[in-house]
């Protein structure tokens, strides 16, 4: 195969990763940040007020969450090189979605608590574990640039997160529910959807992905297993 050839299809394979596989990551990791910070949506809307919070007991319901995250972290990766990253990612999506419902109907500081650090000990493991799976798809010189694609979501979860948190919060009485709940109810189902999803979107290496030409497949597993 002549460098000619070599360099269109190192073109080709890296651009339909870059359109197939980042921004379903990029979206799963927006959730994934959404979910996360929804207490700070929920708090002065109405959740602090109904649930009798205190300022030192809303900090703490914030910050319990990192203690299962971190705790969980190391596992959650180990795991994710044993069942491959795809059923692991959207495992974790799922887990972290339901978790994420059931804040609609916590009625009771201890709930709070348990929920949230519910809540880390599910989502723990994904950030590195998307990172790692898009890092297994490209060869070292393109990875900056993917992962620098994949990091958009953070600030597009800012931009775009806050108005949406708000537009939920403002669907006052849907449901039968307050703002703050309804809020909780929107963020978590598309978490448990994409995870779901994912099963079906997401591939756990280039060799069984369907969209690659066979000369893309080849080019990609030789770069990567020389790497490796």
Not at 39 to 65: C, E, H, K, R, Y
Not at 112 to 133: D, K, M, N, Q, V
Not at 134 to 149: A, N, T
């Given at each position: 195969?002549s460098?000619?050839?070599?360099t269109?299809?190192?073109k080709?394979?890296?651009?339909?990763?870059?359109?197939?596989?980042v921004?379903?990551v990029?979206?799963?990791?927006?959730i994934?940040f959404?979910?996360?910070?929804?207490?700070?949506?929920?708090?002065?809307?109405?959740m602090?007020?109904?649930?009798?919070?205190?300022?030192?007991?809303?900090?703490?319901?914030?910050?319990?969450?990192?203690?299962?995250y971190?705790?969980?972290?190391?596992?959650s990766?180990?795991a994710?090189?044993?069942?491959?990253?795809?059923?692991?990612?959207?495992?974790?999506?799922?887990?972290?979605?339901?978790?994420?419902?059931?804040?609609?109907?916590v009625?009771?500081?201890?709930g709070?608590?348990?929920?949230?650090?519910?809540?880390?000990?599910?989502?723990?493991?994904?950030?590195?574990?998307?990172?790692?799976?898009l890092?297994?798809w490209?060869?070292?010189?393109h990875?900056?640039?993917?992962?620098?694609?994949?990091?958009?979501?953070?600030?597009?979860?800012?931009?775009?997160?806050?108005?949406?948190a708000?537009?939920?919060?403002?669907?006052?009485?849907l449901?039968?529910?307050?703002?703050?709940?309804?809020m909780?109810?929107?963020?978590?189902?598309?978490a448990?959807?994409?995870?779901?999803?994912?099963?079906f979107?997401?591939v756990?290496?280039?060799?069984q992905?369907?969209?690659?030409?066979?000369?893309?497949?080849?080019w990609l597993?030789?770069?990567?297993?020389?790497?490796?």
């Amino acid at each position: 195969m002549s460098q000619q050839t070599m360099t269109a299809v190192e073109k080709s394979a890296i651009s339909k990763i870059s359109w197939r596989l980042v921004p379903f990551v990029a979206l799963m990791f927006f959730i994934n940040f959404l979910d996360r910070t929804a207490i700070s949506f929920a708090g002065p809307n109405g959740m602090t007020q109904d649930l009798g919070l205190t300022g030192v007991q809303f900090g703490l319901a914030s910050g319990i969450f990192f203690i299962g995250y971190i705790l969980l972290e190391v596992p959650s990766n180990l795991a994710l090189h044993k069942f491959g990253a795809r059923r692991w990612l959207a495992r974790i999506m799922i887990s972290w979605g339901i978790v994420s419902l059931l804040f609609t109907w916590v009625s009771s500081v201890e709930g709070l608590y348990t929920l949230r650090l519910l809540l880390g000990i599910a989502e723990a493991g994904f950030f590195p574990g998307a990172i790692l799976y898009l890092s297994m798809w490209v060869p070292g010189r393109h990875r900056s640039k993917i992962l620098s694609l994949f990091y958009l979501a953070q600030p597009l979860t800012v931009v775009f997160g806050a108005p949406l948190a708000a537009g939920l919060i403002e669907q006052h009485g849907l449901f039968g529910l307050d703002g703050w709940r309804v809020m909780f109810l929107g963020v978590s189902v598309p978490a448990i959807l994409i995870g779901i999803a994912a099963l079906f979107w997401l591939v756990d290496s280039p060799r069984q992905a369907k969209w690659l030409t066979a000369e893309e497949k080849t080019w990609l597993t030789n770069e990567l297993e020389a790497e490796h």
